[in-house]
């Protein structure tokens, strides 16, 4: 546990393909918050998803984080190595009566939703009857997703309200817009949602600083760090996406990825890469180069408060 005031971040990659610029961004700003308050943060990696991890990329992760000087603590935590403590955490909310069985196709899902929600359409709860529990279905019957229920989470917490270190305000009204969402899949995953609050409680982290495309997110996992217990949740500070000249958001899964961290610190010295990055934000100049702890020195909460920035090749 987390002796109380420390600040605690968290970078979390997933080893599903090479960090992008993007990634490399997310990891420069986490660790300069945490080196600028004399605090920590933790490296954790992301691969629940096993099948879309790919072999030797965490390895190159871990390289590239290194190039760029930046150190974590040693304790990296293992995402598929924390099944117990989902478990646990599942099993907790089941005893809480919000947990579900849905037995919904995908054909189902997009039948019978009226809108589409951030991630596709909105579930309506058709399965709500399938309560899981000792009276209830089994939480191990095949093909069945688990889902909460966010109706009385938000009726025992409130619609919850992110106070964003960058973004502002962001809230949406969790059942009308999200609806009961899954906490593990049909394949027996735990779903990233609940994944990462359980190790964001369990590390003490008190700011999760990560892209911008999740803040949508937030709400979600609020909601579940009450219904786990944690009695204080972090705060957030989501980055601004940065974008290709044509508006498109950059991502691993780009055709052409000019924008690999690799390839860029391939021609370019990690102080050159940072230095861009920093001339992005607007805080150096053009070809400045500058080391980990000079980045973090320069940068300023201004510098992040916008929704995205445009890539510019090095
Ligand atoms: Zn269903």
């Known amino acids: ?11 979390a990659p997933s080893p599903t393909g090479d960090l992008h610029i993007g990634n490399a961004l997310a990891a420069v700003v986490a660790w300069s ?3 600028l ?9 992301e691969d629940l998803d096993v099948a879309r991890t790919k072999p030797g990329v965490c390895e190159r992760i871990l390289a590239d984080l290194s190039d760029l000087g930046l150190g974590f603590p040693d304790d990296v935590m293992v995402q598929s190595a924390r099944t117990r403590a989902y478990e646990a955490a599942l099993q907790r909310l089941i005893d809480d009566d919000l947990v579900y069985a849905c037995t919904c196709s995908r054909r189902d899902l997009a039948a019978s939703a009226p809108h589409l929600g951030d991630e596709g359409p909105v579930y309506l709860g058709t399965c709500r009857h399938r309560a899981v529990g000792p009276s209830g279905v089994d939480k191990d019957s095949p093909h069945v997703s688990l889902r909460v229920r966010v109706d009385r989470l938000v009726e025992r917490f409130g619609n919850p309200i992110v106070h964003d270190a960058w973004q502002g305000v962001f809230t949406h009204d969790v059942v009308a817009e999200v609806g009961d969402f899954i906490i593990r899949r049909r394949d027996g995953l735990f779903a990233y949602q ?3 609050v359980v190790d964001d409680a369990f590390s003490g982290v008190n700011e999760v600083v990560r892209g911008q495309d999740l803040l949508s997110s937030s709400p979600r996992q609020l909601l579940l760090h009450r219904a786990l217990g944690n009695p204080v949740p972090p705060s957030f500070a989501h980055l601004p996406l940065i974008l290709d000249a044509a508006g498109e958001r950059l991502s691993k899964r780009s055709p052409q990825a000019p924008e690999l961290l690799r390839t860029l610190l391939q021609r370019a010295s990690p102080p050159r890469v940072l230095g861009h990055l920093l ?4 805080r ?12 973090a ?5 201004e510098a992040l408060k916008r929704p995205s920035l445009v890539w510019r090749s090095l």
């Open 1 to 11: 546990m987390t002796p109380h005031g420390l600040y605690t971040g968290r970078y």
């Open 37 to 45: 308050r004399g605090g920590r943060c933790l490296l954790r990696i």
């Open 194 to 196: 609940l994944a990462v």
């Open 279 to 282: 001339h992005l934000l607007g």
């Open 284 to 295: 150096a100049q053009a070809g400045a180069e500058v080391s980990a702890v000079e980045f």
């Open 297 to 301: 020195a320069r940068l300023d909460d």
């Open 33 to 35: 918050r945490a080196h």
